[in-house]
């Protein structure tokens, strides 16, 4: 359950909690035509916050729009400022943002063209969203029966609101199927991502990843998973992953701002490697959480600071 604080930012407002409601005809809620992201600010070394990677997120969320053609009120930086204002009217020093562009009621039906176009953002504490064994030990995924979308159905570059029943099908499928996550191949058969973080391999040292036209969200984890890679003289390559290259990886890992750095110790009931976290891995993900944690100051500019 997410323990609610005392502010939602709506419109240009903060608004109390339990006011913050929403008309049942809201256009989103039945059509799912909507944007959204999600965001982590983190508590730093130094007892200060930062919003990791705020900027690329807003600029994700403005291309969604442009992508089903919605315009926010907003401008970027109104959202940033908004973003900042909501975890200090909150008092939270660690947060994950949840800021959302949607259509309003007015008309139903699903052309609906003059409905407004409405923006929040909620803020809340989200802890590790695998738990906090997944990024210490690994966790063990399933392939999906579900495909990912095909780039000729659906918009994956976007983070679209009804794209997601897809991920939801796919998660659900695996949790009762007790496995921890999903991975979703695409119409082809390659390896696209989990249910809502991008996938890595290492073989013979190479990190490998599926590349950007590929059916994938261009998750900013990635990106910076990558970076971080490439400062670190780790071979990088973009390719597209078989099913039997994965199970044949020596180690894998999932990639998110939800999801963070989270091994995969086991996909389909085949071991990983050896089963456990690989060194690759471990490096990478070390330097991701001292980034964003403040131990590790290389990278001011992927920061917010409150
Ligand atoms: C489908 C999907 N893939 C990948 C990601 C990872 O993206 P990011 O690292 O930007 O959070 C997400 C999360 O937003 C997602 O929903």
Not at 9 to 23: F, N, S
Not at 53 to 78: A, K, N, S, Y
């Amino acid at each position: 359950m997410v323990q609610k604080v005392k502010s939602i930012w709506i419109e240009g407002e903060l608004v109390a909690w339990d006011d913050a409601k929403i008309h049942v005809l809201t256009h989103s809620l039945h059509y799912g035509l909507g944007a959204f992201e999600g965001v982590r600010a983190y508590k730093r070394g130094d007892g200060t916050t930062a919003i990791f990677r705020l900027h690329d997120h807003l600029d994700r969320l403005f291309d969604t729009c442009r992508l089903v053609m919605i315009e926010p009120r907003f401008t970027h930086d109104q959202v940033a400022e908004a973003c900042q204002a909501l975890l200090r009217d909150n008092a939270m020093d660690e947060a994950y943002l949840r800021p959302v562009v949607y259509v309003g009621d007015g008309a139903m039906g699903v052309l609906a063209p003059d409905n407004p176009i409405r923006t929040m953002i909620i803020a809340w504490k989200w802890g590790a969203y695998l738990g906090r064994d997944a990024v210490e030990l690994g966790i063990r995924a399933k392939i999906s029966s579900w495909a990912r979308h095909h780039v000729h159905v659906s918009l994956a570059k976007g983070k679209i609101m009804g794209q997601y029943t897809n991920s939801t099908m796919a998660k659900r499928e695996a949790k009762m199927g007790h496995y921890d996550e999903a991975i979703l191949l695409d119409v082809n058969g390659y390896v696209a991502e989990g249910s809502g973080e991008n996938l890595f391999i290492v073989k013979k040292g190479r990190l490998i990843t599926p590349p950007l036209s590929a059916s994938i969200l261009a998750g900013i984890t990635r990106d910076t998973i990558l970076a971080i890679a490439r400062e670190e003289g780790i071979p990088v390559a973009e390719e597209m992953i078989s099913r039997d290259q994965l199970y044949l990886a020596d180690e894998s890992f999932f990639t998110g701002t939800a999801a963070e750095v989270t091994p995969i110790r086991e996909v389909d009931d085949r071991k990983i490697g050896p089963g456990t976290v690989g060194p690759v891995t471990k490096r990478l993900q070390d330097r991701y959480f001292g980034i964003v944690k403040g131990t590790d100051e290389s990278h001011p500019e992927w920061l917010t600071r409150l």
